[in-house]
């Protein structure tokens, strides 16, 4: 019977540990360019979806950049989220910036619907990106293709256009973990099933 608590309480801590969601509303000096986009990780994969309205049609960079802090607007937001400080690249390659998420594709009506998954970004550990803003821009993101310097950088993707704050969506999110709290979800049931094998021995 406490062996099945044990598995119970095992895969619980599991499930929890790995499934978690984010959401940023997006706003730029312009009023007229707005949107939403949700982040939900399970396991290592964070799947991504969304609308942004009132964009110019075609492709435009969209990044996690490394600061939550629009006090200058999207300006303050630093450069793209690079803890590991590589180059510039597209979300496929191995050499980019965990913030590197491509490009976004606005139709003729100037809306962009997003949906795509990426595994380098995540909203724990690391490489998580809660607290850090979304920055949508003006041009096309090069992937780190463009021959130049600053391609390697910033995609050469120009201006910022609108951005927002990526906030949590779980109830039970602390500044904590849940990945790191996990082992004492399989730690103290071991125990107390060892105790309890000890005393009924
Ligand atoms: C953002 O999300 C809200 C609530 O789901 C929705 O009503 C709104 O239309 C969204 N905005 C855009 C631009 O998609
Ligand atoms: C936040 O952004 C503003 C405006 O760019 C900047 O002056 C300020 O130093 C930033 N705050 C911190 C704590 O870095």
């Known amino acids: ?19 978690r969601r984010a959401i940023v509303v997006l706003r730029g000096e312009d009023p ?3 949107g939403n986009v949700t982040f939900h990780q399970k396991y290592n994969v ?4 969304g609308t942004i309205v009132g964009l110019s049609e075609g492709k435009h960079g969209f990044h996690v950049h490394e600061f939550g802090n629009l006090s ?22 191995a050499e980019r910036h965990v913030g590197d998420l491509g490009n976004i594709l606005a139709n003729q009506e100037g809306i962009a619907t997003i949906s795509m998954a990426d595994n380098v970004i995540q909203l ?27 391609s390697l950088k910033t995609g050469n993707a120009g201006s910022r256009v609108v951005c927002g704050v990526i906030g949590t969506l779980d109830q039970e ?26 005393i009924t021995v």
């Open 124 to 150: 724990m550990g690391p490489n998580n990106i809660i607290g850090r803003a979304v920055v949508v821009h003006s041009g096309v993101d090069d992937l780190g293709k463009g021959g130049n310097a600053e």
């Open 173 to 198: 999110a602390s500044s904590v973990s849940s990945l790191y709290l996990a082992p004492f979800f399989v730690l103290v049931p071991s125990f107390l099933l060892s105790l309890h094998n000890a």
């Open 1 to 19: 019977m406490c062996r099945q608590i044990l598995c119970v309480a095992i895969l619980f801590s599991v499930a929890w540990a790995q499934e």
């Open 46 to 49: 964070v799947a991504i979806t």
């Open 32 to 34: 007229r360019i707005f």
């Open 72 to 93: 200058g607007g999207c300006a303050s937001t630093g450069s793209h989220f690079n803890p590991y400080k590589k180059s510039h690249g597209a979300p496929t390659d």
